[in-house]
């Protein structure tokens, strides 16, 4: 092992895989050794006949189904408001000086703390919990796509402005073009953790969805249950994650995207 | 001086550092005429950038003007193409692309397309990249890279070209391909140009006349005519000429004396004990 030394891709999911094995080879002994009371640590295999029979006799589908709804609504949400707002923000100093006070206070707000007024201004509709989502992840998506905007070379904006380019080309053609693939990063980040609201979500007046389901079995003491639903929210968040890298690499050859 | 091209009129830049102010540039003044090949050279911190961003507009003056066939210049514009030391270049376009890129901006709409798409071709191949017309400008080699901002330059046609350090990434052999390659390219496109170094034996080699500035503040220092041959009658043999040679000499001891070098130098002496090496004759050493 090298710093920064270089890695194959055969060799990169050998050790991926053998990682994965590992940890659910511990997990696996642990629950098998009885060391640990099984409703505190369910062992995989409880835990995968759980996921057949919420798959089979119950809605496991549907409540996946809800839940991916939701937080792409939420996010499409956020992101259809935040690419234009980073845009002017990273573009005109006075918009930054004008908004960044508001957004910096706006995204430590605990978007838990947000159940009760949501539900008061939204009412208890599936608005609330897209609501949710877009409180969580809105502000930090501001913030962090007007920090790539800013990133763009300066002398690529000169270039421009010397070849007779007016505001709004410079804005479309060089600034948003040339952020376009750290706002795609920025977006694929901002998506995990529009996945972690989901829960929250699931606290406003729900009767679906996984989040739902994950509180719900929270009720009974359903441990396999909550394991299964942070199971398949996990594994929806990486396919998503991969679909948005391989995007990335399709439409940005020219460049690498952030780990 | 109806003749000038370019006239620069006792200008002044100053910036505010905190509660500081900086004076880069004071009272400059100077005429580029219509075809010639003007070189800015000086100690760092002369202005010597800041006056080509100037001339660019994308900086404004605190005091004076700058007036293209004169009217005063307000901001950036067409007629003034700019190539920058690097990372000027859309690493999303690629090579023709980005030399095609004004093509599609607002301001060249009226003009000839397909005139316009047969001078891409020309810059294309006249900078020797019709091979790499569909690659990226990432895996261009930095010489390459400064070839097609060149082009995407002169794409446009623009009264001036102004050139900032344009060869100041690239490695000393690059940088003579890329002397011969822009003379060349001057003797088909004759342009006025305003080029920015700190590298005297270019600045010499390149230019008609040669602008030393002196920093604080900026000023004029001297001017010198480098009587050289036309572009296309230089060559690089023409460094080892005892003319050439002595005239790049006496312009770097100006930028040396006006550089406050020579004083760190004595400070070193003091402190190191080491006695200043006695003055010889001019004799070239065996």
Request: glycine fraction near 8%; charge should be positive.
């Amino acid at each position: 092992m090298n710093i920064r030394g270089p890695l194959g891709r055969r060799r990169y999911l050998a050790i991926a895989v053998a990682s994965f094995l590992l940890w659910t080879g511990c997990w696996w002994a642990l629950a098998a050794s009885g060391w640990v009371d099984p409703l505190f640590l369910p062992s995989p295999l409880a835990v995968l006949r759980r996921a057949y029979l919420w798959g089979v006799d119950g809605d496991l589908l549907v409540d996946a189904r809800i839940s991916i709804l939701r937080v792409t609504a939420g996010f499409l949400l956020s992101a259809v408001m935040a690419v234009p707002l980073g845009l002017l923000i990273g573009a005109y100093r006075p918009v930054r000086a004008f908004s960044e006070p508001l957004l910096e206070f706006a995204r430590y707000l605990p978007a838990v703390a947000f159940v009760p007024m949501v539900l008061l201004w939204v009412g208890i509709g599936e608005g609330s919990k897209i609501a949710l989502i877009w409180i969580g992840t809105f502000f930090q998506m501001v913030i962090m796509i007007s920090e790539d905007v800013a990133r763009v070379p300066l002398p690529q904006i000169e270039a421009a402005r010397t070849l007779g380019a007016t505001d709004a080309e410079v804005l479309l053609r060089v600034l948003l073009r040339s952020a376009l693939p750290a706002i795609l990063d920025t977006l694929r980040i901002t998506l995990g953790w529009a996945w972690t609201y989901l829960v929250v979500a699931g606290l406003v007046a729900a009767n679906s969805g996984l989040g739902y389901a994950i509180l719900k079995a929270q009720r009974f003491l359903q441990t396999d249950k909550i394991f299964v639903g942070i199971i398949v929210i996990g594994l929806i968040g990486l396919g998503t994650d991969q679909l948005l890298r391989a995007v990335h690499r399709a439409l940005f050859p020219w460049t690498v995207s952030r780990p | 001086m109806n003749a000038a091209k370019l006239s620069i009129r006792n200008l002044g830049k100053r910036f505010a550092t905190g509660q500081r102010q900086f004076t880069a540039l004071a009272d400059v003044s100077f005429d580029v005429a219509a075809g010639e090949f003007v070189a800015l050279v000086g100690a760092s911190g002369c202005g010597k950038s800041t006056l080509l961003r100037l001339i660019a507009g994308l900086e404004s003056p605190s005091e004076g003007q700058v007036l293209l066939e004169a009217r005063p210049v307000r901001g950036p514009g067409r007629d003034r193409a700019v190539v920058f030391q690097d990372y000027s270049l859309y690493p999303w376009l690629s090579v023709a692309a980005n030399i095609r890129f004004s093509r599609g901006l607002r301001a060249n709409r009226g003009r000839e397309q397909s005139a316009s798409a047969e001078r891409s071709q020309l810059l294309l191949e006249l900078m020797g990249l019709e091979r790499f017309a569909d690659a990226y400008p990432h895996t261009l080699s930095g010489g390459m890279r400064q070839r097609v901002a060149i082009a995407r330059a002169l794409q446009n046609e623009p009264d001036v070209l102004l050139m900032d350090e344009p060869f100041g990434a690239l490695d000393a052999q690059t940088r003579e391909v890329m002397h011969e390659l822009i003379l060349h390219v001057l003797a088909t496109e004759r342009r006025t140009i305003v080029f920015v170094t700190h590298d005297v034996e270019e600045a010499v080699y390149l230019s008609d006349r040669i602008i030393v500035l002196a920093p604080g503040p900026g000023r004029i220092d001297s001017v010198w005519e480098t009587n050289l041959p036309p572009a296309l009658e230089r060559t690089q043999e023409l460094k080892h000429a005892p003319d050439f040679a002595s005239l790049c000499g006496r312009i770097r001891a100006r930028i040396r004396a006006t550089s406050g070098l020579q004083s760190d130098l004595d400070a070193l002496r003091r402190l190191t004990g080491v006695k200043p090496p006695e003055p010889r004759s001019a004799s070239e050493p065996k």
